[in-house]
């Protein structure tokens, strides 16, 4: 059963391409976070994620017991997309998975991105022990939650791992035809698949109340 609970969860974590807004004056370089915002960034950054992870754990689970990975692999591409934009509405922040090798186009690392991949794969030595989320200041005004995902259960590898033999011929041709240009095959387990990154306007984190002192 925690197959069921951790597959659809993590595969629905990767069905997020999300919006992200281009902050404007990006160019200027970001003031550095204080201690006590990265804390709160961090901290709601850990429940946004859950939050839509059981959200879209919840429809994949479906998907997958009423037509298995075959049926999943469709509505990873159709359904996840809008269940994630509806989370990040919610909370005011902009959701998105980012990668080195993506499925969807959408997921691909910029340069800033690609810098965190990097650090968190030289930082992960083994699965059960994934390197830390941390909370950074990419751009003016937001404060960016970034969290590594590891290929840490043999069900990833049904989408993610080596063709013919991880993934069976009939799902490929299936991924094939929705994404062309996918790259997200090959993993092994204990790899690193990608990043979940959050943005967070600053105003809307609400530090601890003795380093958040408002003085009129
Ligand atoms: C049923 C097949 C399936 C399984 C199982 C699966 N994935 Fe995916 N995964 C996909 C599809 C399809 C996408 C592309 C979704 C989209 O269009 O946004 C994807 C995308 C992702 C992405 C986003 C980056 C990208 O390349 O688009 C990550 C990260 C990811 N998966 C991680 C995982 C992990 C970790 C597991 C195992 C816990 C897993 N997946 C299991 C099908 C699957």
Known sequence: MRIWLFIPLLCLVGCSPASRESAPGANAPPAALAVAVQDAAIKRGKAVAAETFALLSANLQSAIQSGGVSNALPFCSLAAS????????????????????????????????????????????????PPAPFATNLVS??????APIV?????????????????????????????????????????????????????????????????P
Not at 82 to 101: C, D, I, N, Q, Y
Not at 141 to 146: K, L, S, V
């Open 82 to 129: 809008p269940l994630t934009a509806s989370m990040a509405e919610k909370h005011g922040v902009t959701l998105k998975r980012v990668t080195h090798k993506p499925r969807n186009p959408t997921a691909k690392a910029d340069a800033e991105e690609l810098a965190v991949l990097q650090a968190f794969e030289a930082a992960l030595i083994t699965t059960t022990n």
């Open 151 to 215: 290929i840490n259960n043999e069900l990833c590898l049904k989408c993610h791992g080596e063709p013919g033999r991880d993934i069976s011929i009939a799902d490929l041709a299936i991924i094939r035809q929705h994404y062309p240009q996918d790259q997200a095959t090959g993993f092994r387990f204990g790899q690193l698949r990608g990043a979940w990154r959050i943005d967070f306007p600053l105003g809307s984190l609400n530090p601890e109340p003795q380093t958040a002192a408002q003085t």
């Open 141 to 146: 005004g937001q404060a960016t939650f970034f």
